[in-house]
């Protein structure tokens, strides 16, 4: 049976800007890019009106609504830290406004069927900018589209179908219609912006209160590695002072005496070593470090074992060459831990297998043993803090669980695999370069 502890993942940097200010700021490239767009485009189509369709168009005059559009496109960044992200786009619009405006007004005015590019502007505000400009901005429009009925070139092909004298019925009935849309667009849309620009405040919060919260979870898993790696030297001191008093009341001599004095020494140099690296985990967990050789890495970590256990465990592969930038006490800790339950698995003194691999810009790490497997209900608890099989003293089930949480936080995978009777084979999977 084979169970993933953690699934590779890729963390977004979120974007902490205020919500009023976000939309704005993510449409603003988009916008830049549909403005040159839609100057080539009307570009096009005077031309072709002009010189295809043979409409009697004042292209000089129809010129300087297209030439003001596309200088205030390269002012755009000049006239964004001026005025702010929210404002700049806004008038922006405005000015868009008056451009779509000037170009109706000389090629046909309200009969011009492009004249429903005003809601262009509106929807592009409702989306992104607040209630006040878009009200403000519909209301503005429907002034400019009723000021075409009085000020506008007439071209004969629109007008064909119109009265002669006073306002057309069908033109009136399109700013009506027009009218009707805008407010329709403003309310509807308006509030649907409004509703998503509060979710984007409650997100922005919740992902404030998240880093506080992987905050306080560093400090409880350094706590807990530390509580994990101090267990076994304390319970060595333990013992030691144990058989120092009992020697002392019944009067051995000084040589055991001083044997278990320096026995406690070690181990308490040992702690005071161990605290020493939890303490520099915990200031800088991601820090930079130099490239480790993989077959080095995995030799120093056999070193760390007792005689004992050092000659049961066996590096598989050759993996001298390879090398990865790993944070080196972290990563030792989180392999210790699986080699320590490799261990403890198996009776019998079989070897363990550890060995070390780079593939797809992740460095797999697997240890290996033959000891008595774990069932399918074990293997899905393993992981948990606290959990653990092992007899009272043994161990606080606190090893898996910190591999875990650290896979978890370089973005890594640790997958266990395990069958009764036949042995464990635990996989850690992080990235190749952590920095």
Sequence with gaps: MQIYLTEHHNQAI?????????????????????????????????????????????????????????????????????????????????????????????????????????????????????RQWTWGLGIFSMACFGSLFPLHVPLAIFEGHHGNHGFSIHLVGMWIAFAAGTLLITIFIGKISEALRKREHEVLSLQSQLARHERLASIVTLAAGAAHELGSPLATIAIAAKDLEIAASEGIDGAEISMDARLIRSEVERCRRILSQMSARGADPNGLAPPVDLHSFLAKLRADFPPTAHRLIQIENDCAGLQAVLPDEATRQALSALIKNALDSDANGNAIRISAEVLGGMVRFVVADQGCGMSSEILNRIGEPFFTTKTPGQGIGLGTFLARVFTERMGGNLIFESEQGKGTTATLEIPQDFS
């Design 14 to 130: 979120p974007d902490l800007r205020p919500a009023g200010e976000l939309a704005p700021s993510l449409a603003l490239p988009w916008l830049i890019k549909l403005r040159y767009g839609v100057l080539v485009g009307q570009t096009v189509l005077i031309l072709a009106a002009r010189f295809v369709f043979g409409m009697d168009l004042p292209i000089a005059w129809l010129g300087l609504p297209l030439a003001m559009t596309a200088f205030s496109n390269l002012a755009f960044h000049r006239a964004t830290e001026a005025l702010g992200v929210r404002r700049a786009l806004g008038c922006i619009l405005v000015a868009d406004t008056l451009c779509l405006t000037s170009l109706l007004a000389l090629s046909g005015g309200p009969a011009n069927p492009f004249s429903l590019l005003y809601l262009v502007q509106i929807t592009m505000s409702s989306v992104v900018l607040s």
